[in-house]
């Protein structure tokens, strides 16, 4: 069966991974057939059209439009957390001059209540810009692809103590499930506005602490600041392993491109004549979604040679995680 590719991409567009699938009746002549009322999640919708499912009762019999009777309903909500560090400084006066105090991170941790506090008056501030503002949050300012726009319903700045420390938290509305590169861009727009939108305001605020301590609040920083979703952030071995994505040069003419887990390379849009530049936008976001020499080494690795061989092992980079540049390995 042909189908036609504008007609699968809105089948894709509308009918997103996690749609839940009710079944009317199947017309096919399966010997075992799905019974009526049957309730499942869609996986995926393949090249033919059909729309595979994983249905509740732990079966996976896909369904062909115009032969099966069925009905698609969006997938649930779910909250996606994006993990940032964040800081707390103050002003103090050592010998008739004003400096600029940086807390530790625990300590800027026991005044979590007021920062969260003061995140939610600038959540009510952009509320009272208009209803998409208030409906979408940051993603009211989105201009990224349809897709992501589509899928991430809203997102808001908020706070969080874990193990000890405080976090900034961009707390994400989603329906359906982003891939790799969607997550990438995502994260990459809410960096620009930790940085130079709403959180470039927020941290301009003065916040009124006990003792009549005033202090400011910063979701971004210049140095080792990173944004990674709430299973990566906290797990402790995720170094250990192979992230979804990473971006890399490639080392016979030094073009930007990113590497899924799993797949080969894609050449990166923001790919310049220059060797130099792409290295370090590599460098960049892989350092802003956690991702060390090693793993980066270790995608290249499995990209080129297999992703169940020694290459796709980040612990085979361990000694060498430090070098600016791709080893040459050889893994035959």
Wanted: charged share 25%; glycine share 10%.
């Amino acid at each position: 069966m042909s189908i036609q590719k504008e007609w699968l991409e809105f089948l894709r567009e509308q009918y997103p991974v996690g749609s839940r699938i009710k079944l009317r009746e199947m017309g096919s002549d399966d010997p075992c057939p799905i019974k009526p009322g049957s309730m499942g999640s869609l996986r995926c919708i393949d090249d033919s059209g059909t729309f595979h499912v994983a249905w509740d009762d732990g079966r996976g019999l896909g369904l062909v439009m115009g032969q099966d009777s069925f009905t698609v309903s969006p997938p649930p909500l779910q909250t996606l957390k994006l993990y940032m560090p964040m800081t707390a400084t103050y002003y103090d006066e050592e010998d008739g001059r004003e400096q600029d105090i940086t807390m530790d991170p625990r300590e800027a941790a026991e005044y979590a209540p007021q920062i969260i506090n003061a995140l939610q008056s600038e959540r009510r501030w952009l509320e009272n810009e208009g209803p998409e503002e208030a409906e979408r949050g940051l993603m009211a300012y989105f201009d990224g692809p349809d897709s992501i726009d589509q899928k991430v319903q809203s997102c808001f700045f908020n706070a969080e103590v874990r193990e000890g420390r405080l976090w900034g938290v961009a707390e994400c509305k989603v329906r359906g499930e982003l891939t790799p590169l969607e997550l990438q861009i995502l994260t990459d727009e809410i960096g620009g506005q930790a940085s130079d939108g709403i959180g470039e305001s927020f941290e301009q605020r003065e916040i009124r602490v006990d003792g009549g301590l005033e202090i400011y609040a910063h979701l971004w920083q210049s140095k080792s600041w990173s944004i990674m979703p709430e299973q990566d952030r906290f797990d402790p071995r995720f170094s250990e392993r192979l992230p979804d994505m990473c971006f890399t040069v490639l080392p016979e003419d030094g073009s930007l491109v990113y590497i899924i887990k799993g797949s080969g390379y894609q050449r990166s849009e923001e790919s310049s004549e220059q060797p130099g530049v792409n290295r370090h936008l590599a460098d960049l976001y892989n350092r802003e979604r956690g991702i060390s020499k090693a793993q980066e080494q270790a995608m290249m690795g499995g990209c080129l040679h297999s992703w169940d061989s020694p290459a796709a092992d980040p612990k085979t980079y361990e000694q060498a995680a430090a070098l600016p540049q791709m080893g040459g390995m050889d893994f035959a």
